[in-house]
């Protein structure tokens, strides 16, 4: 399944200029070499966050553990299509990935 482009450009809209890469079947943006949000060919946005909040995120409705090769990748969740569809909800999200992408040593 190819991803959202319709998603991929409202996150383009919210991010302005940050690096794009085609990455797990999606569409990745970068901030300083980090993954901070990737449009998911699965469907809806992987989102990265702090690991210790993982588990208080999965608590919200929309909101799933990103699992990769069979396994729950903590530091990485997925929120559903439904949780996206306001430019609110998909800003909040966005707005999450990026500042902690932010935070990381660059690459």
């Excluded at 959202?4 to 919210?14: K, Q």
């Excluded at 449009?39 to 966050?49: F, I, K, N, P, Y």
């Excluded at 439904?82 to 500042?99: A, D, F, K, N, P």
Aim: some cysteine.
């Amino acid at each position: 399944m190819a991803y959202d482009e319709d998603l991929a450009n409202r996150v383009r809209e919210l991010v302005g200029g940050a690096e794009e890469r085609r990455m797990f079947g999606g569409l990745a943006f970068m901030v300083g070499g980090n993954m901070a949000v990737c449009v998911s060919g699965q469907g809806g946005l992987m989102v990265r966050v702090p690991a210790e909040d993982t588990d208080a995120l999965l608590a919200r409705k929309h909101v799933e553990p990103m699992v990769m090769a069979g396994r729950e990748t903590r530091g990485w969740i997925r929120v559903g299509t439904e949780g996206l569809t306001t430019t609110r909800q998909l800003r909040s999200w966005v707005e999450r990935g990026t500042h902690y992408a932010a935070g990381l040593p660059a690459k």
